[in-house]
């Protein structure tokens, strides 16, 4: 087996009772077979509280106030405290590591939805790396599974990655070059030839390339609040992100010229935001064929941070002439991966609806 996991993977440590937002409340958290069947073995007094805190029909932990029931008043898990880590249900012991495997490999990263992860993920201004081990241990073979589109996936998410990471351009020209570079991958997907990827990111390696850059000069009031009014489609897991939401589209509204051009995200921090999610789930179009929607996913995602950032920070200038704080960007990085990782339905819903907009008119605010 093959693992791929970012350089920064083995700075995570826990915050425990540090932590400003716990990974044990706001959620449902699912329960695998073999800790149900564990639990369910359990005798004594915490045995009791085990068969009466787990929904069993469902196979999750009961919640109290949004928050599990293990969690205790000092925001700490009361199954590690009392009968150990080992019987930590599999959710709880992976978390935050982001785990996806194809055929013999497997991708590990970190959920930006972790505040300790965002930490690590967004403060980071190195050039990230990819580190490739490997051991004896052999993956479950599928043989429906395409290895060479999968060959093609990883040799464009390298080139794509690179291209994001080239500072010596704006990362808004990077990201455009990016779409484009998607949307000729995809093409050549739908048109069922795989072998010719590889002309096209000679093409881009070579950086003899003209891009639409319509993403760079394109924002405008409109086409931020067309990205925005994008996540009135999902589901919403924290009642407080939908007000939240909503004052933030106050704030746009009210934005002047000064406010489009503040820099409240820096150009490093919208690459490392870019590569967390192409890292992630660009590959995964191996199984459904749909390179360009993930990749509109990456961008869109980006600049939804990027500009409630911005709404926020004019909010706090508004109230206190105080700047944006390093803190409050992580926390809305947080929270909006919450709101769009930890729900299959809303990954599939934001999936769907980039497979139908065209992102162009999307954020020139044609898109309405």
């Not at 081990?133 to 993956?139: C, F, L, M, V």
């Not at 004019?314 to 992580?330: A, G, M, R, S, Y």
């Not at 809305?332 to 992102?359: F, G, P, T, V």
Request: hydrophobic fraction near 35%; aromatic fraction near 10%.
């Amino acid at each position: 087996m093959l693992y791929t996991v970012p350089d920064y993977y083995d700075k995570f440590y826990c915050l425990a009772d540090k932590c400003p937002l716990s990974c044990c409340e706001g959620w449902k958290i699912v329960i695998d077979k073999n800790s149900l069947k564990e639990y369910r073995s359990i005798e004594g007094p915490f045995g009791n509280r085990l068969k009466n805190s787990v929904n069993w029909k469902e196979g999750i932990f009961k919640q109290h106030n949004k928050r599990c029931a293990f969690l205790n008043e000092k925001n700490l898990c009361d199954i590690h405290i009392q009968i150990g880590a080992d019987m930590m249900c599999e959710t709880c012991r992976t978390y935050p590591s982001h785990i996806e495997e194809y055929d013999n490999e497997r991708e590990i990263s970190l959920a930006l939805s972790c505040p300790s992860a965002a930490k690590i993920i967004l403060e980071n201004e190195n050039i990230v790396k990819f580190i490739t081990t490997e051991d004896d241990i052999e993956g479950t073979e599928d043989e429906d599974f395409d290895i060479f589109l999968y060959s093609a996936l990883i040799e464009s998410r390298k080139v794509i990655i690179e291209i994001l990471q080239n500072r010596n351009e704006d990362i808004y020209v990077c990201m455009a070059k990016v779409l484009n570079l998607s949307n000729h991958i995809q093409e050549k997907i739908d048109n069922d030839n795989i072998f010719g990827i590889e002309d096209i990111l000679d093409v881009y390696k070579s950086r003899k390339i003209s891009y639409n850059d319509n993403l760079k000069v394109g924002l405008n009031k409109d086409g931020i609040l067309n990205i925005l009014n994008l996540l009135d489609e999902l589901e919403k897991l924290d009642e407080e992100w939908g007000r939240d939401l909503n004052k933030w589209k106050n704030a746009i509204r009210d934005f002047s010229d000064k406010d489009f051009k503040s820099p409240v995200v820096s150009d490093i921090e919208l690459e490392q935001m870019m590569i967390y999610f192409v890292f992630i789930y660009f590959c995964l179009a191996v199984y459904d064929y749909d390179v360009l929607s993930k990749v509109k996913m990456a961008v869109v995602s980006t600049l939804i941070w990027e500009n409630i950032c911005k709404a926020e920070s004019f909010i706090q200038n508004f109230d206190d002439n105080n700047c944006i704080q390093k803190e409050t960007k992580l926390e809305l990085a947080y929270r909006y991966s919450r709101e769009l990782e930890h729900s299959d339905l809303n990954l599939d819903k934001m999936e769907d609806l980039m497979s139908k907009i065209d992102i162009n008119d999307l954020l020139t605010g044609n898109k309405k």
